[in-house]
């Protein structure tokens, strides 16, 4: 409801209460002309006593009539009604509102200031109906509640806040000492939180009112203004950092911007997306009547660093919005400095990233098998490798060996291994005197950290056939009788060969 339109209802409001004691002051003279008339009769003794106790009677109804509606009307509040509220962004990136509020109370000409003081037997009408000034006036902004998103368009999704009727303006409370009327008045809040609308709190006069408020966009050099509360991230190489953005304009017509992300190396490739579809996008429409849209903006990083994208080393680059017009001045791929990019008044924000290497493991052995009898153990050589992209701290091997069995490694933890980076590792695996015959597996894993956090571990499994120990002596009176046997045969066959 515009501020017109509150006062004409105002004023319709006052009218009428107006009127009524007009009607109230026409039927109040006429009880009492008619009770003077029944009084003459009274006394020429032409009308009863009842008859003059009925009109007196009726007279008395029409003065209160008459007081009931003059109340009613010197009751009426003054009318504070919303003139403009103007969202804007200062120089450090604080959220603004200038409001400003009018008094619009309606007020009676000096022909009906004159109507009303001159009736007989009446009181007089206190000057303040006239003039409708309005004293000690404190106005405040609170939040509107959980809303959709605002200006209804752009994928936006259904956000969380503080209840309705939550503060969010600074200073908390402003006062105003007086406002006479048709004067307006302009007061600054700072946003507490970033809204789209909000609820004018005006207490005055003993009454608190309240107005919804959409609030609007300041006209400012860039056609739109891009924020983002998520201005540096971390991600690692190989993964990706999705930024949100928020877009607001002043104007409510409808238009088309380009969307570009400007001095990113090329390994690390870009993508506008719509929240909700998850679309790609190069360019983002405002409907008519839409103000504010909501876009992300992902980035995907290689595998490996280099020259350009280096670990822990800040990658700063700026999201830009763009009418056709400015396109072409941000067409060449090149790198772009911080005045080329304000001095054409795009929508922009500065963001910043930081590549984090991944650490990785890897444990190699020329065999992952052995066989060995009752009684002895196994001894063989691990190759451990740093494969990822940031050192690794603290490297040991640890495993899970059959109950009884004991495993040993050399040397128990390796410091540091830097990337690419190998180191021989021994693996002793001693099993029980008494194990029984049979395949056992041993599960060796790793442990380590880089940049103070866990390396993913990788388990290999080792596996051991346990043969039983053969007997020596018998195996050596087998082979002598064998020996004997084959011995005698060939005597024998001398023998008969010489006869």
Known sequence: MTAGSLAQEGAGDEQSRFLQVRRSQIDLKEARSRLTRTQELFHQGLVPKTELEQVESTVQKMQLAYQEALLSLLSLQPRLSVK???????????????????????TFDDSQFRLLNNFEGADPIPPALRTRDVHDVFVSLKDPGATGSGGGGGGGSAASGPPRGTTIGLPYEVHIPDLAYGQSRTLEFELLRDVSSVV?????????????VQLQQA?????????????????????????????????VDSR????????????????FLDPGTQ??????????????????????????????????????????????????????????????????????????????????????????????????????????????????DNVQLVAEPPFNWRVEFVPPVIPALDLNQERPVELHILPPDDVAVGDY????????????????????????????????????GIVSTLLGLVGGVVFAGVKLTRR
């Not at 006209?219 to 607001?248: H, Y």
């Not at 849209?293 to 660093?305: A, I, K, V």
């Not at 001095?343 to 052995?370: M, T």
């Open 279 to 392: 679309a790609r996008l190069s360019q983002i429409n405002f409907p008519a009547g839409v103000t504010q849209q909501t876009l992300s903006l992902r980035l995907f990083l290689p595998e490996r660093g280099d020259a350009q994208v280096q670990v822990d080393r800040p990658l700063v680059f700026w999201a830009v919005v763009m009418s056709p017009e400015q396109a072409p001045a941000f067409a060449q791929d090149r790198p772009y400095t911080d005045e080329d990019i304000r001095e054409h008044h795009v929508g922009q924000v500065r963001l910043e990233l930081i590549p984090r290497g991944v650490g990785k493991i890897e444990v190699a052995a020329s065999s992952l098998y052995s066989e060995i009898v009752r009684g002895a153990q196994v001894s063989t050589r691990l190759t451990v490798r740093n494969t990822g992209t940031r050192r690794l």
């Open 256 to 271: 088309s911007f380009q969307l570009r992300a400007l001095n990113l190396p090329r390994q690390v490739s870009a993508s």
């Open 441 to 476: 597996e041993v599960r060796v894993k790793t442990e380590s950290s880089a940049y103070n956090r866990k390396v993913p571990t990788e388990e290999k499994i080792y596996r051991v056939s346990v043969a039983a120990k053969s007997n020596v002596w018998a195996t050596l």
């Open 219 to 251: 006209d400012t050099a860039n056609a739109v203004t891009l924020t983002s509360t998520q201005i540096s991230q971390e991600a690692d190489l190989a993964g990706t950092a999705t930024f949100d953005l928020r877009l607001e304009r002043s104007t």
């Open 200 to 212: 004018v709190a005006a207490s005055y006069k003993g009454q608190q009112r309240e107005t919804d």
């Open 84 to 106: 403009s509220a103007v969202k804007l962004q200062s120089p450090d990136g604080r959220k603004l509102v200038r409001l400003t509020v009018i008094n619009l109370s309606p």
